[in-house]
């Protein structure tokens, strides 16, 4: 329940917030609590909003730009539509949140938690969501072009014609992931786990494959046109109608 004192001193803007929290909450630990706040399309820009308890919130709409949530408690939040550039989510708890058609470029993600959060049509252009947990997430249509996910876990999650172009995915975990049609022209994927991965129809033009694992995945009508495959792992894939001969590998460090 949030707590009344708080949430009319938020609904004052930003700046009065700010100015409020500074001298007010100065107890270590402190935790505002908005948990189930109607903010849509509140106007938070720069808010310091770090470890508050947004559980269940109803923030579509809002502009959160700058805005800092780090170690913030977003689960079951509605942040669809929500204005996110530049905001810092680092340590965040977004499990299954809706952030449909939010706009996080080059919002800071770093080990937040997104399992089962629905991030459908958002932008995450440059974002870094680098060591996330996005276990089961739904990135369907989402941009992720020059993003930063190493070593992030996807697990099972859906990145149907997603446009990850340029992104740094290094020692990545997409096991299991749907990424039919994806864009991956230029991806960073070296040493990222592929396994069981679906990329039918997928477009990995001069993407960096070096050291991957790809064992049974699905590389059904997949564009490979220089792609470094050196020291990658196809056994059991399925390679129907693509063709490795444009790719770039040796052939004594390749597994098949």
Known sequence: ?????????????????????????????????????????????????????????YLEGALLNH??????????????????????FSEANLAASDMTHATLKR?????????NANLMRSCLIRADLSTANCNRANFTACDFSYANL???????AIFVLADLRYAQCRAANFKHADLRGVDLTRTRLSGANLEHVNFTSAYLEKTALQSSSLRMAELVRVDLYHANLNNADLR????????LKRAHYEENRIKI
């Open 1 to 57: 329940m949030a707590d009344l004192e708080f949430l009319s001193i938020l609904k004052q803007g930003a700046d009065a917030w700010n100015e409020w929290r500074q001298t007010h909450l100065v107890r270590p630990g402190s935790r505002p609590d908005f948990s189930g706040a109607n903010l849509k399309e509140a106007n938070l820009v720069g808010a310091d909003l770090r470890r508050a308890i947004f559980t269940g919130a």
């Open 67 to 88: 805005a800092d949530l780090s170690g913030a408690e977003l689960q079951e939040s509605n942040l669809s539509s929500a204005v996110l550039k530049d905001a810092n």
């Open 107 to 115: 919002a800071n993600l770093q080990n937040a938690n997104l399992q």
């Open 150 to 156: 190493r070593k992030a876990n996807f697990q099972y």
């Open 236 to 243: 059991g894939a399925n390679l129907i109608g693509t063709n």
